[in-house]
């Protein structure tokens, strides 16, 4: 995506198009490797030293509030960013963490009745698993013991 189509789309939500945030909405675009906000920030600033990491992370959250960034938490690790702007689904590795885009499948939403007055924004799916990659190294699994028979002899 070029310099006006970015600026483009950070002004038709209402964010101006300021130097930094450009810089941050720009890296994600280029980057669909889901990255962190701090692998943002080491990359961001060392193209242009004079971003901070606040003014990151402040930019982070203006564009996953604006609706341009999604915002992917991961169970016990920081959360991931992605700018990709078709919906998708995630998988994310349980030994490297390494997050992949998968294919848009609908998701059923639950019913009312179980959500009480809560207001559904969307649903998505997180699948874990093993990737590419791990599968092929992963270990094998004891099987279970298979039951024996006892060797207590009843008293009489």
Same mark, same amino acid.
């Given at each position: ?61 203006? /564009?996953?509030?604006? *609706? #341009?960034?999604?915002?992917? =938490?991961?169970?016990? +690790? ?5 700018? %990709? ?39 998505? /799916?997180?699948?874990? *698993? #093993?990737?590419?990659?791990? =599968?092929?190294?992963? +270990? ?5 013991? %298979? ?10």
């Amino acid at each position: 995506m070029d310099a006006a189509a970015i600026r483009e789309k950070l002004e038709a939500t209402g964010l101006r198009c300021t130097p930094q945030r450009y810089t941050v909405m720009s890296f994600l675009m280029a980057h669909h490797d889901h990255p962190t906000a701090a692998e943002i920030f080491a990359a961001v600033n060392t193209a242009d030293p004079r971003l901070s990491r606040a003014t990151t992370y402040n930019n982070l959250r203006d /564009l996953v509030e604006a *609706g #341009l960034v999604r915002e992917v =938490a991961t169970e016990g +690790r920081a959360a991931r960013y992605d700018a %990709t702007g078709e919906q998708h689904h995630h998988f994310i590795c349980d030994r490297c963490g390494k997050m992949e885009d998968i294919p848009w499948h609908p998701v059923p939403s639950p019913t009312a009745n179980a959500l009480g007055k809560r207001v559904v924004r969307e649903c998505e /799916l997180i699948i874990r *698993g #093993l990737c590419t990659q791990c =599968a092929p190294h992963r +270990r094998t699994t004891p099987k279970p013991p %298979t039951s024996k028979p006892s060797n207590h002899r009843s008293h009489n």
